[in-house]
């Protein structure tokens, strides 16, 4: 489970801004390293959540993906989103069960993907240790990634730098408070890349995604998006946001949209995005 957000209360709203970001790049990586046709490939969706990238790679025509989640919210949402697969036999497990551990043989999969998960765990940058110490959690995400694949399967990691999160999310700066706390959840990409070395993976890259918001673009271009707790439900980071902090908040995008410089905060964030991206993808082999 997430160590400070409540998915199975916020699996009901979920699937209404989000999307899965970067699914190109993953069916791309896929056709390009496997090293066998697309419809062979078994991919394990870890943290899969309400499984929008299960029924992406499915629709695309991966022939098996095999999700894993710690909320039973997300994965009831996930089951009737994808029954069609279930009942094929492309989806042949649905598991409940709490990264990092995974609960599959050696060399099980083609391809592990982890899209925004590592930051649940649990690890959380402290100054008196160093930054190794700090993440033994994701550490254990991705060596437990690297003994599920096969020889030449590929490892997805989706995540994002402390750039792009100071960045390029146009409301974060509102919750500075929490964003400060958000920070130090996340690895460091470039311990990332050091964590899967250390693994055994090669060809470790690190893939910015440019062009596409992480939220549907509706959503999050609703500038009053923040007063309302369904939209907030559809981020995370507003588990980390006290009452006082979130009724701030609140005041400033009212006061802010009334005098006009909430839009001017928006395009700001919009310029940093395109040159940033909000997202990154680590993309390893096996």
């Known amino acids: 489970m997430s160590t400070y957000t409540n998915y199975n209360k916020s699996s009901t709203n979920y699937d209404d801004s989000r999307k899965p970001v970067g699914v190109e790049l993953y069916l791309d990586s ?9 419809e062979e490939v078994h991919v394990l969706d870890a943290g899969c959540g309400t499984g929008n990238y299960t029924e992406a ?8 993906v095999t999700m894993l989640d710690a909320s039973e919210g997300m994965l009831s949402v996930a089951r009737q989103k994808i029954a069609q697969y279930i009942e094929s036999g492309r989806v042949p497990q649905v598991l409940q069960s ?24 649990g690890d959380v940058m402290d100054d008196s240790k160093t930054p190794e110490e700090c993440f033994p959690k994701t550490q254990k995400l991705i060596e437990e990634a690297y003994r599920v694949l096969r020889n030449q399967g590929i490892f997805l990691f989706n995540t994002a730098s402390k750039e792009q999160l100071s960045l390029a999310y146009w409301f974060y700066c509102l919750i500075p408070d929490a964003i400060q706390i958000y920070l130090q959840k996340y690895a460091p990409l470039y311990l990332v890349e050091k964590f899967a070395l250390q693994a055994g ?28 707790e369904t939209w907030r439900k559809c981020d995370s980071i507003w588990s980390l946001v006290t009452d006082k902090e979130l009724k701030r908040a609140m005041q400033q995008v009212t006061e802010m949209d009334t005098n006009g410089t909430l839009r001017e905060l928006f395009d700001q964030s919009e310029k940093e995005r395109m040159l940033i991206g909000q997202t990154t993808t680590i993309v390893a082999t096996k």
């Open 30 to 38: 896929i056709l390009a390293n496997v090293g066998k046709p697309v």
């Open 57 to 64: 790679l499915l629709n695309g025509g991966v022939g098996k």
């Open 98 to 121: 709490t990264l990092p551990t995974m609960p599959f043989t050696n060399g099980h999969f083609d391809v592990v993907m982890i899209n925004q998960v590592a930051h649940h765990l």
């Open 201 to 228: 993976f090669t060809s470790v890259n690190a893939l910015p995604e440019i062009n596409k918001t992480y939220m549907e673009w509706s959503s999050y271009s609703n500038l009053e998006g923040p007063l309302s």
